[in-house]
Structures are given as structure tokens and as C-alpha cells.
């Protein structure tokens, strides 16, 4: 199913860009677009994976995107609860109050969650 079938590809988008935050690729705001695009990439996957999971009639597609689902959740965590890009995001500085906004949410939630 085509739904589920991309996410491998989110997974390992999500992986290059968690590497290139804790390896210093990117940096000032890229910092902060690369995560949200990697977080927004797995979640959406996740709801995705999981509406299949509640709405396919054959059994077997349910229990790939159970699987599909639980891959992509997995990747979700690590991300946003690997220490180091909670310290690269830590580090940004920026004077534009939306960014800073979001990025204070952001930290907060990581914090949060351990």
C-alpha cells in the first residue's frame, strides 16, 4: 500500500537530518528547520500508518501499518529525545519572535519528555 511504503524513506530523511544537527551540518535556524521537517515528517507518517491500521478491511494491511506505525513512533522518540539536538537547539539564538516562540515550545516539550 502506497500509504505505507514511504516510511522507510521518512525514517532514513528523518536519520540524515538528525545527523546533520549533531554533527553541526546546518546551523543558526537551519538547526530548527531541520527538525521540525524531521519531526513533521515521522508524525505525519505515524497518523498515516495509524489511520490505515483503524480503517483497512484486510487484516494483514492492519498489521503492517501496526508495524509501519511503530517503526516511524520509534524514530519520532529518538529524535526528540536525543540529547544532542536538544543542546543544538539550546545553542540557537534568534531575535525573531516567532522562531522564538517555537523554539521555546520546542525545548520545552524535550525537556518534558525526558
Keep these: ?14 536519520r540524515a537530518l538528525q545527523t546533520a544537527i549533531t554533527t553541526g551540518t546546518v546551523s543558526g535556524l ?13 508524525v505525519d ?13 484486510s487484516a494483514e494491511v492492519r498489521a503492517a501499518a ?6 516511524l513512533h520509534a524514530a519520532t522518540l529518538a529524535l526528540t529525545l536525543d540529547p544532542e539536538i536538544y543542546q543544538a537547539l539550546s545553542a540557537l539564538d534568534t531575535d525573531d519572535p ?17
Excluded: F, W
Design 1 to 14: 500500500m502506497r500509504l505505507l511504503d514511504d516510511g522507510p524513506g521518512r525514517i532514513a530523511r528523518a
Design 30 to 42: 537551519k538547526v530548527l528547520d531541520a527538525y521540525d521537517e524531521a519531526c513533521a515528517s515521522l
Design 45 to 57: 507518517g505515524t497518523h498515516r500508518a495509524k489511520l490505515i491500521q483503524q480503517t483497512d478491511p
Design 66 to 71: 501496526r508495524q509501519a506505525a511503530g517503526q
Design 98 to 114: 516567532i522562531a522564538r516562540h517555537y523554539l521555546d515550545r520546542v525545548l520545552r516539550d524535550m525537556r518534558r519528555n525526558g
